[in-house]
């Protein structure tokens, strides 16, 4: 009766075992999917990214029809903002916007003509080899470079240009990267090539069909 007893004890534990087991595994499972989903959410890209930057832009060499005299656009310091918009993993939409206020002088030296706000808006593509922590990029943007004398005698000049850039997203964190880049920026100016004009009347010229300008930036990238 002790063995039939004994035997009768085990059996039940042996039938309680299968249902416990199904217990932990189904409460382990409905555990770790809210955490496999939020990885997975996690791991998704940012789809915006904003870059304050600064940097440096090169002179140009125009002459005044007035005197004769060789006039330089001295190289400044510009600023301006990049948004970019992820079209694909690999493609983002970019909107580029920079500004910089070197003097028009003349090249020999002597007192500056005049200020000139340099102001260019383009948008484009760019190409991005990588979603890791190093993103190398390039890409090809079109719009308008606007010239803005401070002058009396001049006005201010509005015209088509291209550019192309390329360079390196160096992300830190998931958020937060820095952007370093190089552009080259080529303006079409009137087919007199006359840049600054007054009442139709024209002084200032540039030697050349395109005004090309070439840059070098870095930046703060914010993606969210």
């Not at 989903?37 to 005044?64: C, H, I, K, M």
């Not at 690999?90 to 090249?107: G, H, I, M, N, V």
């Not at 606007?146 to 160096?170: E, Q, W």
Request: aromatic share 10%; with cysteine.
């Amino acid at each position: 009766m002790a063995a039939t007893s004994g035997t009768t004890h085990s059996g039940h534990m042996k039938s309680a075992w299968p249902s416990t087991a199904t217990t932990t595994i189904c409460l382990v499972a409905c555990l770790a999917s809210p955490m496999s989903v939020s990885a997975q959410t996690q791991a998704q890209p940012a789809r915006f990214e904003l870059t304050p930057f600064a940097g440096y832009q090169n002179s140009e060499t125009f002459t005044d029809e007035a005197t004769g005299t060789q006039l330089k656009l001295e190289s400044k310091q510009t600023t301006g903002l990049v948004f970019d918009v992820s079209l694909a993993p690999d493609t983002q939409l970019e909107f580029f916007y920079s500004r910089a206020k070197p003097s028009l002088s003349p090249e020999g030296g002597g007192a500056a003509l005049t200020d000139v706000k340099v102001e260019y808006l383009h948008v484009g593509a760019i190409y991005v080899y990588s979603n890791g922590h190093v993103r190398p990029f390039f890409g090809a943007t079109g719009g308008a470079t606007r010239f803005s004398p401070n002058a009396p005698g001049l006005d201010s000049d509005t015209n088509f240009s291209l550019g192309l850039t390329g360079g390196v997203k160096l992300f830190l964190t998931k958020n937060i990267g820095v952007r370093l880049e190089a552009r080259a920026i080529a303006t079409q100016v009137d087919s007199d090539s006359a840049v600054f004009c007054n009442n139709g009347s024209c002084r200032i010229f540039y030697e050349g069909d395109f005004m090309w300008q070439y840059m070098a930036n870095a930046g703060i990238v914010i993606a969210f």
